[in-house]
């Protein structure tokens, strides 16, 4: 066998071809990403809510994308403090608290399907009922939404104090339900007398409702919560510039008008993203009484 020694310049542009191909054909590593979305519902039907938009954002970035549906607030913070979780989908007040460990310049926040960046919570009653104004609830049963819910419990709880009512001495009741569904039910059952849902609920979901038996004609809007910011999707700090990019590209980019889009946002509640900034959360950082 001869054995024939290469030259030095020979050997350097032989590793530099190779180097050449083997960049070629190499695969870029793929980035994962995980996104929390902070339930205002069960967990399985907030993934089946959000599965589309997970699957766009894959599509849309080339990244790995992970839905999660945190057991609970402790379990959340931990994810975020500990960078756990990559994005948050959370409520106002969830975001408020949590703050300081977001990145304070790259927020987005969610539009209702009307193009609006409030929601509000209403107080309903049967039709039937002897219900007409928030003084008929004294002596009541209600079931306003999780306690994580801003909408829902916080501005509702206000609603009633700034109405003279203490809800722990002047209902007969009160419990904490899970999704708008399972607490208008609950109300036109006769199991409560009220509940509380979001304001876009009874007209969203009348179709669905109908199917499932729940009359809307039978179902009636006593009152109105003051509107709160819609929920926000925010970033944890030294996330990858890179990841953060085209995460948020992806979601400004979302048109309700796109047919492509559309059922996305249909599926997921929603009417779109824009940006938004940390000031734009100073009223619910008053209605909790969080300092910034």
């Not at 208008?184 to 669905?208: I, N, Q, R």
């Not at 006593?222 to 085209?246: G, H, M, N, W, Y």
């Amino acid at each position: 066998m001869k054995i024939r020694k290469f030259s030095k310049e020979v050997t350097t542009s032989a590793l530099f071809v190779l180097l050449l191909v083997a960049a070629c054909f190499a695969v870029a590593p793929e980035k994962h990403v995980k996104i929390a979305i902070f339930p205002c519902a069960d967990p399985v039907m907030n993934l089946k809510k959000f599965h589309l938009l997970g699957t766009y954002l894959e599509e849309e970035t080339g990244f790995d994308i992970s839905l999660e549906v945190p057991g609970d607030y402790a379990e959340f913070e931990r994810g975020v403090r500990n960078g756990d979780i990559d994005f948050a989908f959370q409520d106002p007040h969830i975001y408020v608290r949590l703050a300081g460990l977001y990145d304070k310049g790259s927020l987005i926040r969610a539009l209702t399907r009307e193009g609006t960046t409030t929601q509000a919570g209403v107080v309903i009653a049967r039709t039937d009922s002897s219900i007409s104004t928030l003084e008929d609830l004294k002596g009541k049963t209600v079931m306003f939404g999780p306690k994580l819910s801003a909408a829902r419990w916080l501005a509702a709880k206000s609603l009633f104090e700034e109405n003279g009512i203490d809800i722990d001495k002047d209902f007969k009741a009160y419990t904490n339900g899970r999704c708008c569904e399972d607490i208008a039910f609950s109300v036109y059952l006769k199991a409560v007398d009220a509940g509380v849902v979001c304001d876009h609920f009874l007209g969203e979901h009348s179709k669905k409702q109908k199917e499932l038996g729940l009359e809307a004609k039978q179902i009636t809007v006593v009152c109105k919560t003051k509107p709160v910011p819609t929920r926000i999707f925010s970033a944890r700090q030294k996330l990858d510039e890179d990841i953060l990019t085209r995460i948020n590209r992806a979601l400004l980019g979302l048109d309700k008008n796109k047919s492509a889009h559309a059922e996305i946002l249909f599926r997921a509640e929603l009417g779109g993203f824009q940006k938004s900034k940390d000031d734009d959360y100073d009223s619910m950082r008053r209605l909790v009484g969080q300092k910034k």
